[in-house]
């Protein structure tokens, strides 16, 4: 049965929807019409793993067992998670994001810009609340670390997928180091940063890092997939979105590995294509279905998630930390 987000996460749903709804407070005109987009481009959909993950992992650590004060540092990533999702699409020339108009198509590519700019800048905002809350300055210290250290590891990530889709082949294990500092990164920031608010040892705070680690880089085997099976009205996007852009993900990389000869040529052409068909898609996935391709990610996105668990054992039992054993299934098995 597919995960219930919002029934079992719906107290944290509603304390980060409300902080969000709390960003971008001003009074002139121009700064109201900005923020307004800004406010819309966050708010509206988006599962908000990342902010849920760093209230989960605070209060797996925290001795009063209170996520409250993770709140900004949970907003945090929701903000940069948001401004990497208007770039992507501008960079994939994406029309549709969880079944609206992406931020450059409805407001224009320099609103924009402007817009995930903006988001960023935010951030320091949020850092800003925790003098107010008396966190411990070594606390808001090593919470800067990590933020400075996820941000950079994602941004190399995103250049290492856009530079490996250049070369005609990838490995299986470039394509993982792609991930994890992709996707795995940003997942690994969120939880150690609220393992710190937490209070956490160094021990959890880098035993939730790996768990996290392990649900990105699960996480983004799963978008894989779904990139090519699902529904596209499920999923509020267009389907076989990499093969357009000429991206290379896990299944791709497995069916040109084992691919016959014919079948490969074919892949390859969809490849530099760009405009591909409804009947391309069909020929597509009888291809992979016959190379195994979607079986064999699966599994690899099984065992990952599996060994990320592992990371959770030295942590104490506890209802937050049965909560994100249940994130990590559903990060390798949802549906959209």
Not at 198 to 227: P, W
């Amino acid at each position: 049965m597919e995960y219930d987000f919002e029934k079992e996460l719906s107290n944290y749903y509603v304390a980060i929807g409300r902080s969000l709804k709390n960003s971008f407070k001003v009074e002139d005109r121009f700064g109201k019409d900005l923020y307004s987009m800004a406010r819309e481009s966050m708010v509206n959909g988006g599962k908000k793993i990342r902010p849920i993950l760093v209230l989960l992992s605070c209060e797996a650590v925290s001795k009063s067992k209170d996520y409250k004060l993770a709140l900004p540092a949970a907003i945090i990533y929701e903000l940069s998670h948001t401004a990497a999702l208007i770039q992507d699409d501008i960079l994939d020339k994406a029309t549709f994001r969880r079944k609206r108009k992406s931020v450059w198509k409805k407001y224009g590519l320099e609103n924009a810009i402007l817009i995930s700019d903006i988001l960023l800048f935010e951030m320091f905002s949020k850092l800003i609340e925790y003098e107010k809350l008396g966190l411990p300055e070594e606390r808001i210290y090593k919470l800067l670390a990590v933020i400075g250290e996820t941000a950079k590891d994602a941004t190399r990530g995103e250049f290492m997928d856009r530079q490996l889709g250049i070369r005609s082949d990838m490995s299986t294990d470039e394509y993982l180091k792609m991930i994890e500092l992709k996707t795995g990164s940003l997942l690994r920031g969120a939880c150690k940063s609220g393992a710190i608010v937490g209070g956490g040892t160094g021990e959890e705070i880098n035993k939730l890092g790996n768990f996290g680690s392990s649900i990105g880089k699960a996480y983004q085997i799963r978008d894989d997939i779904l990139d090519v099976i699902a529904d596209k009205n499920k999923v509020g996007k267009p389907v076989f979105q990499d093969l357009r852009n000429n991206k290379k993900n896990i299944v791709i990389i497995h069916a040109l590995n084992n691919a016959n000869a014919r079948d490969k040529k074919f892949l390859t052409g969809l490849l530099k294509k760009g405009n591909i068909s409804p009947n391309d898609i069909t020929l597509a996935r009888k291809l992979f279905q016959k190379s195994g391709s979607v079986e064999y990610a699966e599994s690899l996105a099984a065992k990952i998630s599996t060994e990320g668990r592992r990371y959770l054992n030295p942590i104490k039992d506890s209802k937050a930390k049965e909560k994100l054993i249940k994130l990590s299934h559903h990060a390798e098995r949802r549906m959209y």
